[in-house]
Every structure is written in structure tokens, then in C-alpha cells.
Nanobody
Framework: QVQLVESGGGLVQAGGSLRLSCAAS????????MGWFRQAPGKEREFVAQ????????YYADSVKGRFTISRDNAKNTVYLQMNSLKPEDTAVYYC???????????????????WGQGTQVTVSS
């Protein structure tokens, strides 16, 4: 089992940047595919990005491709989401997630992930 704690959210103006972090407990962090999702008020949870066990492969939602970058540091048990050129429509609670899968494949379905953090609020003002 793994516990996830997000940080780094906040209020930023449109065009600005934020970097989210997600710290994981446990010794098996590198055995998880990690993902970021977001949920805006009144909307369903939406896939943002996904990264493979060692970070060699990534997958992004079209809405963030070219603006967001997911990365991980297995020595620090941490996954990051660098968000640039933020837009008001990026406003949401951002969730970190972990998946115990053993084969790679782009997965944008939240129910495929096994563990979740509590979320961190990102607000982008226009």
C-alpha cells in the first residue's frame, strides 16, 4: 500500500506557472505507474498526465500537452507536475494517483488507479 500527499497548489494568474509535488510513502514507489488527475466543480475527474515506473515514458491529455510536464524522482519517492502557461480552465483540485500495473499503456481512466492523494487546489485567475 502507498500513501500519497500532494502539495504546491495555489492561486496564480493566467500565463503563470506552478509545480505540484506528490510525496509517496513506502519502499516500493518505483513499482507504481503514477498519474495526475484534476476535478473542477461540477465536473468529472479528468486525466492530466501519466508516467512510467522509471520515468522513461509519459502520456498527456491533449488539453495540457506542451504546457504541463510530469516527472518523478524515485530516490525521493516523489512525482511532480510542472504546469506552465496556465489558463483559467486549468482551475481544479489536482490529485496524485498510483497504479500497481505491470505493463505500460496510456490510461486516462481514473478507476484504473489504485491509490489517491487528498488533492491540492489550483486556481488560475484571468
Amino acid at each position: 500500500q502507498v500513501q500519497l500527499v500532494e502539495s504546491g497548489g495555489g492561486l496564480v494568474q493566467a500565463g503563470g506557472s506552478l509545480r505540484l509535488s506528490c510525496a509517496a510513502s513506502g519502499r516500493t514507489f518505483s513499482s507504481y505507474v503514477m498519474g495526475w488527475f484534476r476535478q473542477a466543480p461540477g465536473k468529472e475527474r479528468e486525466f492530466v498526465a501519466q508516467i512510467s515506473w522509471r520515468g522513461s515514458r509519459t502520456y498527456y491529455a491533449d488539453s495540457v500537452k506542451g504546457r504541463f510536464t510530469i516527472s518523478r524522482d524515485n530516490a525521493k519517492n516523489t512525482v511532480y507536475l510542472q504546469m506552465n502557461s496556465l489558463k483559467p480552465e486549468d482551475t481544479a483540485v489536482y490529485y496524485c494517483s498510483a497504479d500497481q500495473r505491470t505493463t505500460w499503456g496510456p490510461t486516462d481512466s481514473w478507476f484504473e488507479y489504485d491509490y489517491w492523494g487528498q488533492g491540492t487546489q489550483v486556481t488560475v485567475s484571468s
